[in-house]
């Protein structure tokens, strides 16, 4: 995009804190009917790769609301990987990342591995994850803007998530105090140290970078992680403050977190939202198996400044 064309999209946000105007305006679109409720974000579909005009315009108007919606497919436990490739594709998300332990397709089996590297990564073990947005430790030109989960099978007991719109949490933050956003906004806020492979070299290196920021269209993007090792945080009380709000938030039971559980041809598709993972046990008929998608762009048409 031509810088001149970006920056005045960025002076537009509503996520412009000197754009306190056109942040009230659509904060009262954003939060008007609003879903209350998972089943609000619950559209009822066929097979993802023959899906309907009329089942993907319902997908794509909760995602333009909400940021996210669930679809209950009827694949049921069909691992075929085109189903959650192509119901992205007709989101208009192409950049898959290929990250280093995704499978040969892009996508990323996420199941319990008991021998080999993806042991050692909580994913793929059986254990709570805590709240976070996916790749938060990405480089700044490979940020994740969308995501997409497609359950395959599910777990004998446990396993669901909860999930919250980034741009809710945005809205609260800066309601409770705007300089909450902008100790966030800080290019320093947050740091993930770097990863180290087994021979001690730097597999990763250290990323450092905000939590919240205005992309060049105008839209947010959030990278966190509430995970108390291996995230490093701006040393200031500001910032202090600012996260254990949003650490308060997220531990509460406000109306915008929605909990549940995604059954075999259920997928969660949606911009970068905020989400967590329980616990989980498997039986010898119920492995639990998600594929997992991360994308470069964000949604296609969910843009806030249209």
Known sequence: ????????KVERSPFNLGNRAGYLAWRDRKLKGYPT???DLVVEIGDPRMLTETQFQAL????????MVIYAGTTGQDADPEIPLTISRRFGVYGLNHNWLADATGLTSIRVVNDGTRQ???PYTNRAIKWHTDGYYNPPERQIHSMLLHCVQSAAGGGGNALMDHEVAYILLRDENPDFIRALMQP???TIP???DAAGGVARKAETGPVFSITPDGDLHMRYSMRARNVIWADDPLTGEARACLQQLLESDL???YRGRLEPGMGLIGN????DRAAFDDDEVHERHLYRARYFERLAGTGVLG
């Open 188 to 190: 320093t806020a947050m």
């Open 60 to 67: 794509h108007a909760r995602c333009r609301k909400a940021n």
């Open 1 to 8: 995009m031509h810088t001149g064309a970006a920056q005045e």
């Open 272 to 275: 970068n939202i905020l989400h």
């Open 37 to 39: 409720t998972l089943d």
């Open 194 to 196: 770097p990863r180290m």
């Open 255 to 257: 109306p915008f977190i």
């Open 120 to 122: 050692h990564y909580i």
